[in-house]
């Protein structure tokens, strides 16, 4: 069964950084397109970043440009989001997704049922 597995949440106060890591169960990470989503109650997982693997990287949210960054190691299949000068509107749900495409993986939350995603890691910015 194909699983991934988000890690690297946790608390921190405004300002401080987080590193989030992707890992895959049943498949490697290296020969895929993949996206963080963040989730917060009541709302739909909504596309933070995307490492296409063709080595092309994007933050889709704007609010997070110039905090953010996406990197990938082929070597460990495993996709980072370095997250710095974290805010309270930070807070959520992290989970990461994987298809060909940044446009097709942007569309995932509205098409996979929610036992596809891994069990995604907590991040919660509070003073």
């Known amino acids: 069964q194909l699983q991934f597995v988000e890690s690297g949440g946790g608390l921190v106060q405004p300002g401080g950084s987080l590193r989030l890591s992707c890992a895959a169960s049943g498949f490697t990470l290296e020969y895929y397109t993949v996206g963080w989503f963040r989730q917060v109650p009541g709302k739909e997982r909504e596309g933070v970043s995307c490492?296409?693997?063709?080595?092309?990287?994007?933050n889709w949210e704007d609010s997070v440009k110039g905090r953010f960054t996406i990197s990938r190691d082929n070597a460990k299949g495993t996709v980072f989001l370095q997250m710095d000068n974290l805010k309270p509107e930070d807070t959520g749900i992290y989970y990461c997704?994987?298809?060909?495409?940044?446009?097709?993986?942007?569309?995932?939350?509205?098409?996979?049922?929610?036992?596809?995603w891994g069990q995604g890691t907590q991040v919660t910015v509070s003073s």
């Open positions: 997704a994987a298809g060909s495409t940044c446009a097709t993986v942007r569309s995932l939350p509205r098409l996979w049922p929610d036992d596809y």
């Open positions: 490492s296409s693997n063709s080595g092309d990287n994007l």
